[in-house]
């Protein structure tokens, strides 16, 4: 009932299209079956997040043609951030002794998605210049690939964010939030790297660009807390 009831408020408020809310709502279900209901919280601030950097100088965004659609987020646009998170964290109903480590890096997902989408939406909002993350060449703000100071600095807060949260409510132990923290901004760089190359050169959709990124936040903060935990015993 609670992803439910999310998912209605979210789709009243624009934040996503009712398909966006179907894929959300799958998306917390599997969360909350596996981490409780604090499996929720990590989801409501990522989407109050990028709710709010999507908003934030959505005049000036409108302005440059870089604003998101104003009906909200579409289904494969949640499944691309989302996504990677729910296959992560799903195989826990089954193998509960991996539950721990699961959830790390579904974590680390929803940090990369934060992060990404944050440090874009900002940096599009305030940042006067902006550079291809390949040649550190300045571009158009708002070019696949281009990273700004604002933006990025903005991503990591996010990330850091997102981190805190599931920290401080028990999704992951306190020791693994830098772990989040760094594989979601890695994953973030990871985006800006694949929308200046694949993306641009037209062999790599937005969507596929972001859900490869989570991927690669998941597979990042996954090894390494394997290998923590192989450390540790």
């Not at 509960?96 to 990369?112: H, K, N, S, W």
């Not at 571009?139 to 696949?144: C, D, Q």
């Amino acid at each position: 009932m609670v992803a439910l009831g999310f998912a209605v408020i979210a789709r009243s408020l624009g934040g996503v299209t009712g398909g966006g809310a179907i894929a959300g709502t799958v998306a917390a279900f599997v969360l909350m079956v596996v981490a409780g209901l604090a499996g929720f919280l990590p989801l409501l601030t990522l989407f109050l997040l990028t709710m709010l950097a999507t908003r934030w100088g959505y005049a000036r965004k409108q302005q440059m043609g870089v604003a998101e659609r104003g009906r909200g987020r579409t289904a494969s646009q949640v499944a691309a951030n989302l996504g990677a998170a729910t296959l992560c964290a799903l195989p826990a109903i089954w193998f509960p002794q991996f539950t721990d480590t699961l959830l790390v890096g579904a974590m680390a997902v929803l940090a990369e998605a934060a992060a990404d989408t944050v440090s874009s939406e900002i940096g599009q909002a305030t940042a006067r210049h902006a550079y291809m993350i390949t040649s550190f060449r300045e571009a158009p703000i708002g070019t696949n690939g281009a990273v700004s100071v604002e933006g990025t600095f903005s991503g990591c807060v996010a990330a850091c964010l997102v981190a805190w949260v599931v920290a401080e409510f028990g999704v992951v132990p306190w020791n693994s939030t830098m772990l989040v923290a760094l594989a979601g901004i890695a994953g973030m760089f990871v985006d800006s790297f694949l929308g200046a190359t694949w993306e641009n050169a037209g062999k790599m959709g937005n969507d596929a660009v972001n859900f490869v990124s989570t991927i690669f936040a998941a597979d990042v903060a996954l090894v390494i807390a394997v290998v923590m935990g192989k450390s540790a015993g």
